[in-house]
């Protein structure tokens, strides 16, 4: 995958995606062939263990493709519960209040959502290719457990490099004196950014009562789900203060337990989503239906992923805890569907989905991905970074061409260690300039600002994902679609890595 030095297009004709200059012809081609439809489900929890091992193979193509093989196993597991899964999710909506022709109709979508061609090797064929593989990188050790350690090392070592202007250079110390680490991701909160709240109203509905039902949902990589209300009356071009709805939750203050993960498992993988919107009585019945059924379609999608991994083996670079998102991304894919069908004033949502590989004895290396499921290739998008010049602050559309993919990859980044700020001269603003918030309403395109580049200094992305995402109304007719543009928002994000001391 090359990286080029323009942004993407603003705007395809009607069933095709758009062209990213970004990417390249052959890639394009392949996005055009969807035509803006997201990958799987299956596919989408696996994007942070590719960008894993893509950016290995640059390094180590031996362990890249032991890591590729790795994912295969797993999504060769899951494939089998598929069809039980979808038998528990048809059995369950026939006492609900959705009508019978819709209930087919969402199991047909949702069939076809969950996983792409099935795997043509069956799940005893692919261990067997990977034990045979493991086995020819570490041929004269019998002991299992040495083995894995051993691997993890190369595997760690093989990423890192690919990090490093010259990847032949001595790495830099990376040992970790912590013994537990932990990931967040959320809204950040006001203090934090320097404004009166997290969330940005570009532009906002004529309609009062859309303009007072603005409601945030986060869904936490432990699987809560935080909703939070707007204050009072949205205005355009000022900050929307939020309130915990229910579930207590402090925007000025503090994040609560719920947000942290542990990492616990070696890879591990989370998934956090956020999820806007602005009130309508449809709106308010899909919000009741989902709310009403969320716990057991969610049970449904973990049993067939505790299912799935009873026949996964453990065996080093087999990242059976990518399945861990499932549950998360089933639910919003089910909450799209429904509307999609039932409603002209869909909100796009954003998915963080974090991975994190960790030898013995090491900081954590996390890849960090984000995609909006309902934005086709304009969710897609390389996402935007930030320069910072003289103390301003803007969004960086043209990316220097010498930057590896391990650097810079269309849906997310590489973090090595802590997500530390800068503390020098270089260090960012506390406040993000009003036109920053302005740029990703207009372009409709993310930026993360913390991993800045700036003139002068090693043009490397720093060790930090804070990011600015729109949400805007992405489907309907010509004259719903100019009455939605009079909605559109900006919601500042937050994901870390450190160490609990």
Known sequence: MSVQGEEPSEAAPEGTAAQNPNLTDEENQEADVVAGEPPSLLDQVSEGWELLSEAAEEVDPDVGSLMANGLQLVHAAFEQQIDPLITNLRDYLRDTELTPTFQAELIEQLGHQ?????SPFSLQALEEHHRRTLQALEPD????????ERTLFRTEAAVRSSLEE???????????YVQEWRILATVDRPQLIGH??????AVASRQPQWRRKVRLAETTYQGDAYPSVS??????????RLQGEGIPRDFDEHESDGFAWTI??????VAYLLQLNVGGDIEDMVHTFITTHEAAIK???EDAVTAARAFIPHLVLVPSAALNAIPTVMLAAIKKILTDRHNDRTMPSWLVQHTVLQAPNRTPISAITLRSPEQGSLGRATLAGANLVAGQISAMEKYPQRFKVAQLWPRGRIVDGATQPERDANAFPKELPTSLWEWVAEKRRPVVWSDAWTTGEREVPKSAFRALVPIRSVKGSSRQQERRHRQSYVAALRVEVYPND
């Open 114 to 118: 969950l996983t792409g061609p099935r």
């Open 141 to 148: 050790i019998d002991d299992p457990a040495l083995v894995e």
């Open 166 to 176: 010259d990847p032949a250079a001595p790495l830099p110390d990376n040992l970790s």
């Open 196 to 201: 009166d709240g997290s969330l940005y109203c």
């Open 231 to 240: 204050t009072g009356d949205v205005s355009s071009h000022q900050w929307v």
């Open 264 to 269: 616990l498992n070696n890879p591990d993988a």
């Open 299 to 301: 049970q449904f999608a």
